[in-house]
């Protein structure tokens, strides 16, 4: 879910640590789990595996949740899309503090206050480590005694149990559903036929819950009983697995190595820059950013609000010249320019006439791109799936034309054709 700018630097920061990175080795967390995920899979059954994959990744401090649409077909690269993708920053972290309060009540009730104790805090945070080391247990056990040696302070065993955790995290699962809703009624956008926000708000959860196949588990608080139990009753005709072939804590690290299986990745978002490139009178070249790559459409929590959901650049009055003509082109999100390719055609961008009103460029979350040009003119194309760009050199993206697009799709060469120019 990040934006190209926090992509950038996480870059620059891995760089200026000595990893050998570029902007292709950059790979989403639930794109990893769920590249684990369909090899395990096709690996285990000797079948191909098609469907929606729901990735749930509960770890220390973040809950991550993402759609995934899987096409993987025996003896084929699998094409994995990412449809949808939220996270939240309330996982095992905040059951470890909630079972954390739990203790010290046990404590208060028999006498003993933290807050009286000398180094208040040096105890706490034993009480906190406890706490986790208690919960991990607890997958398994049904109860579990509980030490906290301190050297200043002689504290009595406690007792935590599997029922205990139940209610601790009870609420932060009722989050975490409304999490997976939203996250999966956010898929509903990306589809080539797109439903109207209201249309998508008024579909019932059980539908929403039919649409999803399968199920992965990921993230080690996924080991913990009732967070299992809560994906099994929300989704109760889904094929559910906390185990992608690998630990579930290590799903995400066992897809990153597999990288021959990112050739046909998919992402929600374009992870390509839209440039709008032009020449002025005196023959100066410009380029406007339109749109930056693996930038959110729309905030995700305001989405279902909204009456229509898209991205849209409009310059302001009098920024770009009233006349001639610029191209609209395309980069990848490292910066290398890319090829166009609509419905077999291709060429380095298309042509947007300047004129009495300002241009706009609109990109819908279903791939839909319309281009209006200053005369008004629109130009429409539908890129189905955004794709991941592994590999130098060799970037397209591909499209397929709509309705009857009138700008034209040409070289770059065409911007020092003086017949475009007025
Ligand atoms: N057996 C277990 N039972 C319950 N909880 C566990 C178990 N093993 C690990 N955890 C919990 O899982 C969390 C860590 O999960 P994970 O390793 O997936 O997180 P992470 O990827 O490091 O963090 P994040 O995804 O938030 O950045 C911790 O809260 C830990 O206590
Ligand atoms: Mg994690």
Redesign the pocket.
Known sequence: MWTGDQRKRLLEVARSAGLPVDDHTLIDEPIAAGVAWVNSRMARSGQGVRGQLLVF?M????LDVAVLDVRADLGHEPEISVLSSWGVDE???AL?EALAGELEQQLRDMGHDVDDLPMAAGVRAMIRQAA?EA??RL?HDLDTQVAIRHPDAELPTLSLSQEQVDTAIRDQLTRATHLVWAVLRGAQVTHEVAKAPDEIRAIPLETLAEEVDFVLLA???S??PSVARMLASLFPHAEISSDAGVAS?EAIVAGLAETASYERVNLHRPPFHFVLEYEDKDGVEHATSVYEAHSPFYPPYQAMQRSSLYYEWRPPRGALPAVGAGLVSVFTAGGERARLSIDGADGDGFVLRFGPNPPAVLIYPNGRVLIVDGKGSRTEFLVPRWPVIRGKDHAVLYANKRGDSRAPLVERSWMKDPLFLH
Request: proline share 0%; aromatic share 0%.
């Open positions: 990744d770890g220390g401090g973040t996982a095992g972290d470890d986790k919960k991990e997958s993230g080690g608080m080991r913990v804590d």
